[in-house]
């Protein structure tokens, strides 16, 4: 099981070896629950005592002794919604303090998987018409398949066509017919060279990614540089035009 899913909403790696073991277990004391997560005595107590306070989980009590049971998995989806709604009731005033800052940043870096997707979902919301790319490679689907296809099913609502410059390594994934429907060209580039670095262009602003076992990213947000590396990309794409897949 992917349990990166589950930090990415808020479960510390605790969290989520005691929920796991509990929805293996059905009902049990502290005792099984130890020893099927493998954490210490302390760290069991603190972390059930938490997920009881998140609705992850319920006890009733037999005399001195607690009987622990998972809540049903459909409830995290209640949590994330009830966050979410939280989470817009503020945004209003944070979007206001983000408008009102006297030096906006040129250049953003980002960290990890998840620092990635972020640079990515900033990218999203660039504007313009066309989304282009050169450079990706077959290490950028650590992202996960279904990301990247529903990372372009967003784009392509947003009416914005794709031409995307991909490594070799990369053909045999088929992009060309996993993104058919959602407006995106695709076209790679010779086998060789195989580099690390993959560069998106949207409207005014540049990411570029550096695929390595933890990738991150760098986001500049100039005109005139975004101008540059777009007039680079067509000269690249043009060059490819017999390799067309």
Not at 122 to 145: I, N, P
Request: glycine share 6%; net charge positive.
């Amino acid at each position: 099981m992917d349990t990166q899913i589950l930090e990415d909403i808020g479960l510390t790696n605790a969290e989520i070896k005691v929920y796991l073991a509990l929805l293996e277990l059905g009902t049990a004391t502290a005792g099984p629950i130890l020893d099927k997560s493998g954490l210490q005595n302390s760290v069991v107590h603190m972390t059930l005592n938490k997920l009881i306070e998140r609705g992850f989980v319920t006890f009733i009590k037999e005399g001195k002794r607690n009987h622990y049971q998972a809540a049903n998995p459909q409830h995290i989806t209640e949590f994330i919604n009830h966050k979410k709604e939280q989470f817009e009731k503020i945004l209003p005033e944070l979007l206001l303090k983000q408008s009102q800052a006297q030096e906006k940043p040129e250049v953003i870096s980002f960290r990890g998987i998840k620092g990635v997707k972020e640079l990515l979902l900033e990218l999203l919301e660039a504007g313009g018409k066309e989304h282009h790319t050169f450079g990706s490679t077959k290490k950028s689907l650590m992202l996960g398949e279904a990301w990247w296809i529903e990372y372009h099913q967003k784009r392509a609502a947003k009416k914005i066509k794709a031409k995307l410059l991909f490594n070799e390594s990369l053909s045999y994934w088929k992009a060309e017919k996993r993104y058919r429907s959602i407006e995106a060209e695709i076209r790679y580039t010779k086998k060789g060279f195989e580099p690390l670095t993959e560069t998106i262009i949207r409207n005014d602003k540049i990411g570029i990614i550096i695929w390595t076992q933890k990738p991150f990213g760098i986001l500049i947000h100039q005109k005139e540089a975004a101008e540059s590396y777009d007039h680079f990309f067509k000269m690249l794409w043009n060059s490819t035009k017999l390799l067309s897949s």
